[in-house]
């Protein structure tokens, strides 16, 4: 059985309950009705025509109250009965005597034509220059070329210049002697370092170098997704290594990633890398660092550890307070 649809009531005013559920626009519609039953009982009318406009005064007032029909008050009801009997029922329509626009003709302007006269040119025509004026006009032209004179030009002849030579002395080079660079690198004790040619300064020899896993070198919050990187960067006494530059690149040589260490010497890379060999160039002033190379194979990545192979110190840099081993 299908049920009706209740109607929407208002539930955002507040009304004030005086005596349980009563509201007190019901008290005072209840006390209307007493009110207006005391007026009958009070008049000198017969009891056959009293006792009836008291009850019913009553009752009024009580079906105001607490008689809602189909949840809607009487009151309302009783507004919308006098609504739809005072209301207009029968509409006629009169036609408007104005004309509407898109009938009405176009508004035609008037083009006014504007004589254009040239420029320092009179309007009216005018009267004829007389003998006298003509002569006027002559001395008066006289007398303003004896205070304006006009410049004569003069034609100068341009001369040949000669050109003359400019000797440009022929200076040599001057060679500033550059002072050398100490380089300091760690020494490990039992072994000895293999004496062998020493490579030229233009061709530094790269070589690769395989990565150095250790859990030590990772970040306290390392990554958790396969084929991203973490590592740390050290010098050559096992310091850390901050602002560091890490590319890495992939097997054609083309930069993938670029990193810098933080104040602890960590970096890592949070996007995930491409299955793949790549290879780790590293860095920074006065340091110099191998290629690392490594292979991401979809897996998880151990930390890897960048040692730094030599520290080169400026001699004009200040004392640091550790001692420096100089090969």
């Known amino acids: 059985m299908f049920e009706s649809h209740p109607i929407p009531q208002q539930i955002s005013s507040y009304q004030f309950r005086l005596v349980g559920d009563m509201t007190l626009k019901q008290f005072f519609q209840l006390a209307g009705g007493a009110l207006m039953s005391l007026l009958f009982y009070s008049t000198g009318l017969h009891p056959i025509i009293k006792w009836p406009l008291m009850i019913l005064s009553v009752g009024l007032g009580a079906a105001l109250a607490f ?6 008050p009487l009151s309302r009801w009783m ?77 100068i002849p341009a001369e040949a210049v000669a050109k003359t030579p400019t000797i440009v002395p022929i200076t040599q080079p001057i060679n500033i002697p550059t002072r050398p660079k100490i380089i300091t690198e760690e020494v490990v004790s039992g072994k000895a370092t293999p004496s062998g040619p020493t490579p030229q300064a233009g061709n530094p020899a790269e070589q690769m170098v395989n990565p150095t896993f250790s859990p030590q070198a990772a970040p306290p919050s ?29 097997v054609a040589g083309r930069p993938v990633r670029a990193l810098r260490s933080n104040k602890a010497g960590h970096f890592m890379v949070v996007t995930a890398l491409s299955n793949g060999d790549y290879e780790i160039i590293t860095e920074k002033n006065d340091f110099e660092f191998d290629p690392v190379s490594f292979k991401a194979e979809g897996v998880m990545i151990p930390s890897i550890y960048i040692k730094a192979k030599s520290h080169t110190v400026d001699p004009n840099a200040p004392y640091t307070g550790k001692p420096l081993i100089i090969n």
């Open 222 to 250: 390392g990554p958790m997704i396969p084929n991203t990187l973490s590592g740390q960067v050290l010098d050559t006494e096992g310091g850390i290594v901050e602002g560091a530059i890490l590319e890495i690149r992939d």
């Open 79 to 155: 507004l919308a009965f006098f609504h739809s009997i005072y209301s207009p029922t029968i509409f006629n329509w009169v036609k408007t005597p104005n004309t509407l626009k898109f009938f009405a003709p176009d508004d035609t302007t008037s083009v006014v034509q504007k004589i254009l006269v040239p420029q320092n040119e009179a309007l009216v025509k005018t009267a004829p220059v007389a003998k006298l004026d003509n002569e006027e006009k002559t001395l008066l032209d006289k007398i303003t070329g004896l205070f304006v004179a006009t410049p004569t030009l003069t034609v």
């Open 67 to 72: 008689l809602p029909f189909e949840e809607r």
